[in-house]
């Protein structure tokens, strides 16, 4: 048997690092793996959507709620410095958790809003109290490339529309990789900011880092990085990544809903101003001016989201305890065999790259004859749980000229049962329309 270490509640998890992965230990630790549908076993492949949560995490944040809870920033008393230690012991274990310092993670509700607290801090060219590295105005430009889920593209178009800035993307090849035959004429003296996803969240592409961060630096563009979909599933290290941003979030990574992250390099974030402006986030208040806290204080007015922080800080003690290089290894193998046992199903199309070499755990399709609804229903009634649609990558879905897909994404729980049982189900689909 593996041996065990701390995950962050009164359970231990399962350390395989160096050792055979051992996926049916891992999963006895999450209760919704024991659940039936339809009289079936229950196989969830939905966790790029989210990702379901071990005992682990769920015993952490019961005991902070049964030992623990107060507000933080807010009184001397016990139990407020209690809860304000697990706060921040939690913060210091996400950034351990991605290789940075525990003044450089902000603590948001989710990706989507790190990726607006970017946006919202660039100004236009005559803002005077705007770094000149979050000037923008007509003429500049933002690069995104067009597998970006919504929320790494519509703050970008709101950011364009404010300024008068020029939106441009980095366009797809047919087999759902990025097209940088024409990079360096994408971000250019003009670019300002680049914003690019790690691991597609509809197609399962890993895209380059290094060569988007090297021409960025070039031009003098900021970078930054939409982690929600490596984060959970590799190893990831800011340092080496080389971006000026990243953005996670909990809920795929084995966490509670309503937290998340956004990394920025320390003298970055002392140039962002606030986004959201009340208690807790100010040194010094007068009638018409207040002073600001130094991050990550100034980024998290009002009342944080205490309990979900420590939720995620369970989740990154687990999932360090399993090990980001096994998870990882683990989820590429089971994505092989995924990707040939679909391909042997008659009428199924696969989107986005079909070699398995640095590709995620992200597998969407489209069967002929059925509509991604249809498909979705009919595998429920086996007691497989996918997604269905457009994934909030409309752009992803237009440019190969399908209304949607469907997506079957895995993680460090899912096993080869949970890859059968969705191909028996869309097998039988196909041979009940035939």
């Not at 290894?329 to 995924?338: D, I, K, Q, V």
Request: aromatic residues 4%.
């Amino acid at each position: 048997m593996p041996t065990t270490s701390r995950g962050g509640g009164g359970r231990e998890a399962p350390t395989v690092t160096g050792r055979r992965y051992d996926v049916e230990r891992v999963r006895a630790d999450f209760p919704m793996l024991r659940r039936r549908l339809a009289g079936r076993r229950l196989a969830y492949l939905d966790s790029a959507s989210s990702s379901q949560v071990p005992e682990q995490v769920l015993d952490a944040m019961r005991r902070y709620h049964g030992e623990h809870h107060a507000n933080v920033g807010r009184g001397s008393h016990t139990l407020a410095v209690e809860a304000g230690v697990a706060y921040e012991a939690a913060r210091a274990a996400v950034a351990a958790f991605v290789g940075a310092q525990p003044r450089e993670i902000v603590f948001t509700g989710n990706a989507t809003e790190a990726v607006n607290l970017v946006a919202h801090a660039f100004g236009g060219r005559d803002s005077r109290h705007v770094d000149p590295r979050l000037r923008l105005g007509p003429g500049d430009e933002i690069v995104v490339t067009e597998m970006e889920h919504h929320s790494n593209l519509v703050p970008w178009q709101l950011l364009c529309r404010r300024t008068g800035a020029t939106l441009r993307s980095v366009p797809l090849t047919e087999d759902g990789q990025l097209d940088l035959t024409g990079l360096d004429a994408v971000i250019n003296e003009r670019t300002r900011l680049v914003a690019w996803v790690h691991v597609s969240n509809i197609l399962g592409t890993a895209n380059p880092v290094e060569v988007i961060v090297d021409r960025a630096r070039e031009v003098g563009a900021l970078t930054l990085l939409d982690g929600s979909q490596s984060v959970p599933h590799r190893p990831v290290d800011v340092r080496a990544l080389g971006v000026d941003f990243l953005a996670f979030t909990g809920h795929k990574m084995c966490g509670p809903t309503g937290i998340g992250a956004l990394w920025g390099r320390a003298e970055l974030l002392d140039a962002l101003p606030p986004m959201l402006a009340g208690g807790g986030m100010v040194a010094a208040v007068e009638l018409t001016e207040a002073t600001f806290l130094p991050p990550p204080a100034r980024f998290e007015a009002g009342t944080p989201p205490i309990v979900q922080a420590v939720g995620l800080g369970a989740a990154v003690d687990y999932l360090g305890a399993v090990g980001m290089a096994e998870v990882r290894r683990h989820e590429a193998e089971l994505t092989a065999y995924a990707l040939d046992v679909l391909d042997d199903v008659p009428g199924v199309r696969i989107l986005g790259p079909t070699g398995t070499a640095d590709r995620g755990g992200v597998i969407s399709f489209v069967l002929d004859g059925f509509s991604p609804d249809e498909v979705g229903r009919h595998l429920d009634a086996h007691g497989v749980q996918v997604r269905v649609g457009r994934h909030c990558a409309a752009l992803v879905c237009r440019r190969y000229g399908i209304p949607g897909t469907v997506r079957a994404s895995l993680h460090l729980y899912t096993d080869r049962d949970d890859i059968d049982a969705l191909a028996d189900a869309v097998r039988s689909l196909g041979r009940r329309a035939r």
